[in-house]
T-cell receptor, first 108, second 117 residues
Framework: QKEVEQNSGPLSVPEGAIASLNCTYS??????FFWYRQYSGKSPELIMS????GDKEDGRFTAQLNKASQYVSLLIRDSQPSDSATYLC????????FGAGTTVTVRA | EAGVAQSPRYKIIEKRQSVAFWCNPI?????LYWYQQILGQGPKLLIQ????????DSQLPKDRFSAERLKGVDSTLKIQPAKLEDSAVYLC???????????????FGPGTRLTVL
């Protein structure tokens, strides 16, 4: 059973703060990792992908990958109310295994 | 570029009835996926197609669920007969090619919300 675990939420952060989301995975064969954002009642939207150890930055989002520790994280800098959503971590070994998601609420 | 299309968006049926969902992937995407997402959970893969062939249906309840992708483009997912626990959102996703270097970025359609009464 390939498992992806995410830190339990909900996570509430003030506007302008950094939101930190964590994810661990069990399958060492996973080759790539993705973060999806899912607004309530909507489908998942791909926001970040990472394939190599280290950091990857895209605008206010930074993904971090540590394959030795089987750990992936997502940082959201300067959080905005529009970032309020559920964030899904997914690990890919020719098919995606998703975590249950972490719900983030950015309070004004 | 058009995204993944799905229909219907919503469906309400009685238990033991049948239902079918349709998906049209992003043009040129060889790999198509059907997921089931129950409220409060992450999407769970039901079946994965590479062109018109099934590559993984290990989590598809085959006694009641079936899916096809006859011409390697559109796909349909059917449930017959439906049970109460099938109430969920059914998501279709596509990617360029699941064998493309393992990156396999998947893009989701809007989903079909199924309610079984």
């Amino acid at each position: 059973q390939k498992e992806v675990e995410q830190n339990s939420g909900p996570l509430s952060v003030p506007e302008g703060a950094i939101a930190s989301l964590n994810c661990t995975y069990s399958d060492r064969g996973s080759q790539s990792f993705f973060w999806y954002r899912q607004y309530s009642g909507k489908s998942p939207e791909l926001i970040m992908s990472i394939y190599s150890n280290g950091d990857k930055e895209d605008g206010r989002f930074t993904a971090q990958l540590n394959k030795a520790s089987q750990y992936v994280s997502l940082l959201i800098r300067d959080s905005q109310p529009s970032d309020s959503a559920t964030y899904l971590c997914a690990a890919n070994d020719y098919k995606l295994s998703f975590g249950a998601g972490t719900t983030v609420t950015v309070r004004a | 570029e058009a995204g993944v299309a799905q229909s219907p968006r919503y469906k309400i049926i009685e238990k033991r009835q049948s239902v079918a969902f349709w998906c049209n992937p992003i043009s040129g995407h060889a790999t198509l996926y059907w997921y089931q997402q129950i409220l409060g959970q992450g999407p769970k893969l039901l079946i994965q197609f590479q062109n018109n062939g099934v590559v993984d249906d290990s989590q598809l309840p085959k006694d009641r669920f079936s899916a096809e992708r006859l011409k390697g483009v559109d796909s349909t997912l059917k449930i017959q007969p439906a049970k109460l626990e099938d109430s969920a959102v059914y998501l279709c996703a596509s990617s360029l090619d699941r064998l493309a270097g393992g990156h396999n970025e998947q893009f989701f359609g809007p989903g079909t919300r199924l309610t079984v009464l």
